[in-house]
């Protein structure tokens, strides 16, 4: 994922993200960041190993999953093509 415009106005999340961000979390992500590396944080190798809610690799901070459009569009929001989201603890998606 990469990093989201700061000058951009954040625009209102629709209802139906809500939902769609929850299915992906648990669902898809199983309730793990979806990273492979790209935060280049360089403490694993393969998918990233932290958890919704249990302390992070490395720093052990509260893991928060989080889901963002990987092409900064929000309008893309249809239930049946999620490929267009990831989903990323606060520390990866920080930082890629």
């Known amino acids: 994922m990469t990093r989201a415009d700061p000058t951009r106005e954040p625009r209102p999340v629709p209802r139906r993200l809500e939902s769609i961000s929850l299915r992906i979390r648990t669902v898809r992500a199983v309730g793990r960041c979806e990273c492979l590396g790209e935060c280049g944080r360089g403490t694993h190798t393969g998918r990233c ?43 990866c998606s920080s930082r890629a």
């Open 49 to 91: 190993p932290n958890l919704n809610g249990q302390p992070a690799y490395g720093p052990g901070s509260k893991v928060v999953l989080t889901v963002a459009h990987l092409d900064h569009t929000p309008e893309n929001s249809d239930p049946a093509n999620d490929e267009y989201l990831g989903v990323e603890g606060f520390l």
